[in-house]
T-cell receptor
Framework: DGGITQSPKYLFRKEGQNVTLSCEQN?????MYWYRQDPGQGLRLIYY???????QKGDIAEGYSVSREKKESFPLTVTSAQKNPTAFYLC?????????????FGPGTRLTVL | GESVGLHLPTLSVQEGDNSIINCAYS??????FIWYKQESGKGPQFIID?????DKRQGQRVTVLLNKTVKHLSLQIAATQPGDSAVYFC???????????FGKGNQVVVIP
């Protein structure tokens, strides 16, 4: 089965804790992305990576961190510095580093801060 | 779970009718466009794409129209079915940019 997987599907965090969201793809895509989705809003880019061991900040990177040690994996850490972390987090990948190709999304992780 | 469709423009369509969903984009340098469908609690699903050298592209029951003069994109769904109920949003890529910009979306509700 080819595709993008995200885990866990639901995640609960206490205030002040860091949590890491997993994103794995076996599509051999170069580029990977993390977005945040809030009700009634468009997707907002947190971080993206066009190649292994390299990544760039998106529009709302504050309070988040990522790593890209392997082509298949792009985990996102939501740190305690993120003021409003409750949201639906979506990971995507694309075969094209340049952005002129389709991005394919995982099923998402819903993070709730208690 | 909380719906991503909250507070979005809503299109109510009778089952079997055609649906038209519109999207305006702002950058005339955008050269690639995608339509996604998102059901509640799920990740967006690719529907169809179009590049700026085309005006129209057809898929299975869906057609995308691109009007570069007025920077307008539309998605037509033929013979709308209950399974088409979802949020639909467009995305654009600006030539030379390495990221997509996403619209907020439109909620489509199919009435049986």
């Amino acid at each position: 089965d080819g595709g993008i997987t995200q885990s866990p599907k639901y995640l609960f965090r206490k205030e002040g804790q860091n949590v890491t969201l997993s994103c794995e793809q076996n599509l051999n895509h170069d580029a990977m992305y993390w977005y945040r989705q809030d009700p009634g809003q468009g997707l907002r880019l947190i971080y993206y990576s066009q190649i292994v061991n390299d990544f760039q900040k998106g529009d709302i990177a504050e309070g988040y961190s990522v790593s890209r040690e392997k082509k298949e994996s792009f985990p996102l850490t939501v740190t305690s510095a993120q003021k409003n972390p409750t949201a639906f987090y979506l990971c995507a990948s694309s075969p094209d580093r340049g952005g002129s190709d389709t991005q394919y999304f995982g099923p998402g992780t819903r993070l709730t801060v208690l | 779970g909380e719906s991503v469709g909250l507070h979005l423009p809503t299109l109510s369509v009778q089952e079997g009718d055609n649906s038209i969903i519109n999207c305006a984009y702002s950058n005339s340098a955008s050269d690639y466009f995608i339509w996604y469908k998102q059901e509640s609690g799920k990740g967006p699903q690719f529907i169809i794409d179009i590049r700026s050298n085309m005006d129209k592209r057809q898929g299975q029951r869906v057609t995308v129209l691109l009007n570069k003069t007025v920077k307008h994109l539309s998605l037509q769904i033929a013979a709308t079915q209950p399974g088409d109920s979802a949020v639909y949003f467009c995305a654009e890529n600006i030539e030379g940019n390495n990221r997509l910009a996403f619209g907020k979306g439109n909620q489509v509700v199919v009435i049986p």
